[in-house]
């Protein structure tokens, strides 16, 4: 099955700044690849998505990049303000299959004033 | 439009006890999803149901939890006997099907169940 793994777990940064956090999964047929925002006690909202026949994709401040053949795909927040603090998720998933997410550990951002 | 709506959003048992918990996705999607999610994890998929019938269930520990989709909509999700490593948010989450390459999907989470096992 496929394994998502996701780096830093914790990322502070000064606002204003940007932040990147990086995922990598294994399964090469995996082909959607969305990213999730959670705030403490609240559900994963969905941010910004990307599909295996695009390799960047922007929304504002948000951008997702995807390799394909390293197997890797980033979330940037640029101009990060302090709303931008949550707990972010990236999955993978195959379309062609159940379209099942997997997803990764989480990586916990905090934007500091 | 309205969201989808789980309950309850928190419960306490003891081991060994029993516990449900109840889902209603968004009017209209065919695919559900029970998920749990561990604190400081993510959410891991425990079943997945295609209208009312079980697409991915690979996950779900059988000999404990028990979930159906009756008539395609509502769902729940049953753990007995409750174990301690049971603790967690179990997430519903809910989505259109589309097929193949003609469009992407957007899984919609509800609000959660926390569940406290002592």
Not at chain 2, 91 to 109: H, K, M, N, P
């Amino acid at each position: 099955g496929e394994n998502v793994e996701q780096h830093p777990s914790t990322l502070s940064v000064q606002e204003g700044d940007s932040a990147v956090i990086k995922c990598t999964y294994s399964d090469s047929a995996s082909n959607y690849f969305p990213w999730y925002k959670q705030e403490l006690g609240k559900r994963p909202q969905l941010i910004i998505d990307i599909r295996s026949n695009v390799g960047e994709k922007k929304d504002q401040r948000i951008a997702v990049t995807l390799n394909k053949t390293a197997k890797h795909f980033s979330l940037h927040i640029t101009e990060t303000q302090p709303e931008d603090s949550a707990v972010y998720f990236c999955a993978a998933s195959n379309d062609f299959g159940n379209e099942k997410l997997t997803f990764g550990t989480g990586t916990r951002l905090t934007i500091i004033p | 439009e309205a969201g989808v709506a789980q309950s309850p959003r928190y419960k306490i048992i003891e081991k060994r006890q029993s516990v449900a918990f109840w889902c209603n996705p968004i009017s209209g999607h065919a695919t559900l999803y029970w998920y749990q999610q561990i604190l400081g994890q993510g959410p891991k998929l425990l079943i997945q149901f295609q209208n009312n019938g079980v697409v991915d269930d690979s996950q779900l520990p059988k000999d404990r939890f028990s979930a159906e989709r009756l008539k395609g909509v509502d769902s729940t999700l049953k753990i007995q006997p409750a174990k301690l490593e049971d603790s967690a948010v179990y997430l519903c989450a809910s989505s259109l099907y589309r097929s193949g390459r003609t469009g992407g999907y957007e899984q919609y989470f509800g609000p959660g169940t926390r569940l406290t096992v002592t």
